[in-house]
């Protein structure tokens, strides 16, 4: 037994803060956690688990419009923002109580209250003191708020989350995932919604095949695209919010959504008074491939790292912390190979290399692609179109990216991750059966490289 308290306190039960607590107790830890809110964090308060319940609800709005193709007469539905958000909040909650039973049969102490670290063992948190040979942090990210003037006019996707009252105009400034996610999700529950960002295409380090083709499908859905458009002032008008960007454009809106991207909680943590460094640039916790931070007691995961904000990684690196320092098998989690979907409608599946990226990192690269009309479209009577890309290294065959967008493509790219995790060739995706009639056996068939 150790002098200490417990043999970990994790600070933050978000995804990787109960991930690595529960796997920390498998290796015979004593384990306890701090939680300032509420207990799975942003993934499964705030973020992934809500924002797909509320992309469910958004794609009824497709249901409703194809139904009339397939022989369906459909009065005029009607939306109500405040039951589904009633709904999504029970279902919220009722997540917060499996994960606080998780952690009790894990016999994970949880210690209610905002942490702060004393030394590299000690945290105080809810008026007490607590010590660990071992101190996690895994406080997670908020919503970041750069510098223009009244911005607080703006609601983040925390807010979007909870309201009641369905925005008539909403204007949503930034075109990474969040943007782009809430935006189409507004579309359709019949807001007016303009995206407005400074580059020319959503989702900046995506493959630009994919940027094209969601800009162009979401501007067919009806999102107001306004590339260009760099805010530096919001200011309440007459009839809502008025916001002005750099060149002189002016948008007014109902509400605005600020989604500027997220940054580390790092605050009021005391983390460089016991010697915790972070980067200058993002603030994010400086980590060693096995999330060490320069203190030696301390560790980090999750998107207080800034690595990959994903909950899967989170996870990832929470479990391979725990088995390093309590289950003697030391293993890092490898970000080269990080599968992602963006739930857009249509939404995107990608894993690997961008061709961009590929070139860059000096593969000669061929490229097989798949365009096509999915077939539930004909018969809906619309337009949309499906894309799936597959870059390969030509020298050796091995499949060094894919990136689809289309209907379900956040579900296909899971499997395919497995195949190419696996590091599949291009001649293995060919000799595989085609499953018929589906979108995903474009995958088995792309026969014809571009540009031979
Ligand atoms: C709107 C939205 C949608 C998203 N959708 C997806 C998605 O579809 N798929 C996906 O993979 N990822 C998604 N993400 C990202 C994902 O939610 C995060 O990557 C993930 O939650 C990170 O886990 P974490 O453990 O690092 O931090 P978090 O889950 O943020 O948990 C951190 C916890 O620490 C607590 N905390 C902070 N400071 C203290 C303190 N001082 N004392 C005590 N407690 C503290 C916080 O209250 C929080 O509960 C989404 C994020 C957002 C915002
Ligand atoms: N489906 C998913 O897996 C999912 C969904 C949501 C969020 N996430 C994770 O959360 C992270 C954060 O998402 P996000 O959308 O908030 O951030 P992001 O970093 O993806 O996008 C931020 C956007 O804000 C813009 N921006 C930043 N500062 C600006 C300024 N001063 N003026 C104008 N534009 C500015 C950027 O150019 C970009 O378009 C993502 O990177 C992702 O890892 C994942």
Redesign the pocket.
Known sequence: MSDYDFDLITIGAGSGGVAASRRATVHGARVAICEGDRVGGTCVIRGCVPKKLLMYASQFADAFADAPGFGWEIVPPSFDLAALTAAKNRETARLETIYRKMLADAKVTLLEGQARLVDAHTVEVGGRRVSAGHILIATGGTPSA?A?DGLELAISSNELLDLTELPRRLLV???????V?FAGIFAGFGSEVIQA???DLPL?GFDDDIRTRLATAMSERGVALRPGF??VKLERSANGIRCTAKNGEVIEADVVLS????RPNTDGLGLTEVGVELDAKSGAIRVSPDSRTTVDSIYAVGDVTDR???TPVAIAEGRAFADTVFGNTPRVVDHRLIA????SQPSIGTIGLSEPDAIAAGHQVTVFEADFRPMKHTLAGRTERAYMKVIVDTASDKVLGAHLIGADSGEIIQALAIAITMGATKADLDRTLAVHPTSAEELVLLRTARGA
């Open positions: 750069p223009i400034l930034g075109a990474g995932y969040i943007a996610e960002y400074r580059a900046r760099a805010p989604a500027l991207g997220r990959a904000a994903l992602t979907a963006v739930f």
